[in-house]
């Protein structure tokens, strides 16, 4: 088990770019979660998917922000345009079920300036 | 609304001392609760969970946690800290029911040699 896989592991961009975030959630896992860590707001759960279908997304900031996951190996969370304000480490994690433990991936820490 | 408040933002314990780490929750029903850790660079892991039955778990690494449904806290507890338990822990709950898993703010654990 290869556990849950974020790519990249750092990515600096500048403003108004496009930055795109990757993600493969352990394979069987129902669930797949985007969570945004940052020292002002701690952790915080962007958008939730149960077998593919986004099921919660009130978290995801505002329209710069979607989130995709066209099978059940992959997701991709998509910032266009980034603001030096989404600077954070972004989080990928999984479950069996919703009521499981999440699996966390190493998390991708974003920088824009 | 669910919250979870962590009240220390950073412990200092010598090696080999006791810790408790606590946790203060918010939830109208009966919650189920988890502690993980997050290591520099790293995603979180979980420790322990609580779901119902015995109050008291036991979690990987020599930890364990009491629900207080009284108190309304879920403290987590080592007897003998290791200097590879520094760490950020983060305290989480999530309704019996589905839901998020809203996390706490974490509590930094720094151990003197």
């Known amino acids: 088990d290869a556990g849950v896989i974020q790519s990249p592991r750092h990515e600096v961009t500048e403003m108004g770019q496009e930055v795109t975030l990757r993600c493969k959630p352990i394979s069987g896992h129902d669930y797949l979660f985007w969570y945004r860590q940052t020292m002002m707001r701690g952790l915080e759960l962007l958008i939730y998917?149960?077998?593919?279908?986004?099921?919660?997304d009130s978290g995801m900031p505002e329209d710069r922000f979607s989130a995709k996951m066209p099978n059940a190996s992959f997701s991709t969370l998509k910032i266009q345009p980034s603001e030096p304000r989404d600077s954070a480490v972004y989080f990928c994690?999984?479950?069996?079920?919703?009521?499981?433990?999440?699996?966390f991936g190493n998390g991708t820490r974003l920088t824009v300036t | 609304a669910q919250s979870v408040t962590q009240p220390d933002i950073h412990i200092t314990v010598s090696e080999g001392a006791s810790l408790e780490l606590r946790c203060n929750y918010s939830?109208?029903?009966?919650?189920?609760l988890f502690w993980y850790v997050q290591s520099p660079g790293q995603g979180l892991q979980l420790l322990l969970k609580?779901?119902?039955?015995?109050?008291l778990v036991q979690g990987i690494k020599g930890f364990e946690a009491e629900f207080k449904r009284s108190q309304s806290s879920f403290n987590l507890r080592k007897p003998s800290v290791h200097w590879s338990d520094a760490a950020e822990y983060f305290c989480a709950v999530k309704g019996n029911q589905g839901g998020k898993l809203i996390f706490g703010q974490g509590t930094e654990l720094s151990v003197k040699p």
């Open positions: 939830y109208g029903a009966t919650p189920y």
């Open positions: 998917f149960n077998n593919n279908v986004p099921i919660d």
């Open positions: 994690a999984s479950s069996l079920i919703l009521d499981s433990p999440l699996h």
């Open positions: 609580y779901f119902s039955g015995d109050t």
